[in-house]
């Protein structure tokens, strides 16, 4: 009976354990991120992302220049073979036509005549002959030998910039790989932190940051005339549009594709690239940028948008916001250009 009484009591206060911790708060689970954290993580892949897309677009300027000068060193040999051969040609009909009626041999070679004098004048004109044929051949091997070497080089080049375009495209899959996960975080928020995130994004404010890389607020009235007016009211059309990497239009963009597609409009060809593009136009100041100047972000630099006044630029930001106005300083400058 004792111990029948204290087994019971052992079972109850077992009992009144388990429903006491039952009815504790759950604790957070410490794999669930806060919505601050999830929106530094896109931020940082999303970069990452357009630092390899911008480092691409580079590598493509450098392999279709590369192309273009391996073809010209290709035309270069073949018209340098043929005038070779078209002056080689020419020499030996005019010697031909100077031994006519002297014995040649099935080979084509001439037979030299037996008498002495005659041997003597044989030798000085194939000496002459020889010295042309000479430095003739000796050119062309230095033009062949140069421009197998250049080619080479080329070939050397081109063949390390595939190597880098798959190293990028490596790149770019993990991060998309960390973007997907960052996404599969961001589903798991609450649609109120979804919300929180999307409006930090919107109103180009979050809690832990003064600025963000969009505004959704609309600039005043743009004051701008000649060929920056035409780039600031294309860009300034494009609002809303998506942004995609490598994009030039008519429906999605990425940064340096948007600015060279802006300027275009001007009748001004700048590179699809945002660090080649820092170096198609004269420098200025933050302090003097006027409306249609560039704007250049980042170090070394991956991103660009085009100044429209107001402190504000229009620039192709992400795959979640696109194309979409931004306080100029909301990134960190490294410099900028006026176009044309």
């Not at 077992?14 to 999830?38: F, G, H, K, Q, Y």
């Not at 270069?76 to 020419?90: C, P, W």
């Not at 005043?220 to 809303?240: E, F, L, M, P």
Request: glycine share 6%; with cysteine.
């Amino acid at each position: 009976m004792h111990h029948g009484r204290k087994r019971a009591v052992a079972a109850l206060a077992s009992t009144t354990a388990i429903i006491a911790i039952s009815l504790m708060p759950a604790a957070p689970s410490s794999a669930d991120p806060d919505v601050e954290t999830v929106r530094k993580n896109v931020d940082k892949l999303y970069h990452q992302a357009e630092v390899a897309s911008e480092r691409h677009n580079d590598a493509k300027l450098k392999l279709d220049d590369l192309k273009a000068d391996l073809d010209a060193l290709k035309a270069d040999e073949k018209a340098q073979q043929k005038k070779v051969e078209g002056l080689t040609g020419a020499v030996s009909d005019s010697i031909a036509a100077q031994y006519e009626g002297q014995s040649i041999s099935t080979t084509g070679k001439l037979v030299l005549s037996q008498d002495p004098d005659a041997f003597l004048e044989d030798l000085t004109t194939l000496s002459a002959y020889n010295d042309v044929q000479s430095q003739k051949l000796d050119s062309y091997t230095r033009e062949v030998r140069a421009l197998e070497i250049r080619r080479e080089a080329t070939q050397e080049r081109a063949e390390e910039l595939a190597s880098t375009k798959k190293a990028l495209a490596k790149e770019k899959a993990s991060a998309d790989s960390k973007l997907e996960k960052a996404e599969q975080l961001l589903s798991k928020l609450t649609a109120a932190e979804r919300a929180e995130v999307a409006a930090s994004e919107n109103e180009g404010t979050s809690s832990n940051t003064s600025t963000s890389r969009t505004s959704a607020r609309v600039p005043a009235t743009v004051k701008a005339s000649g060929r920056a007016s035409d780039a600031i009211n294309y860009a300034i059309a494009q609002v809303g549009k998506g942004y995609v990497h490598g994009g030039t239009g008519p429906s999605s963009f990425d940064c340096s594709g948007l600015t060279m597609m802006a300027w275009a409009q001007a009748g001004v060809s700048l590179p699809h690239s945002s660090q080649a593009q820092m170096g198609s136009g004269t420098p200025v100041s933050i302090s003097q940028l006027q409306p249609g100047d560039l704007v250049f972000y980042y170090s070394p630099v991956s991103h660009v948008g085009i100044y429209i006044g107001n402190g504000q630029i229009v620039h192709a930001a992400n795959p979640r916001t696109g194309v979409a106005y931004a306080p100029v300083s909301s990134m960190p400058i490294s410099g900028a250009v006026r176009p044309g």
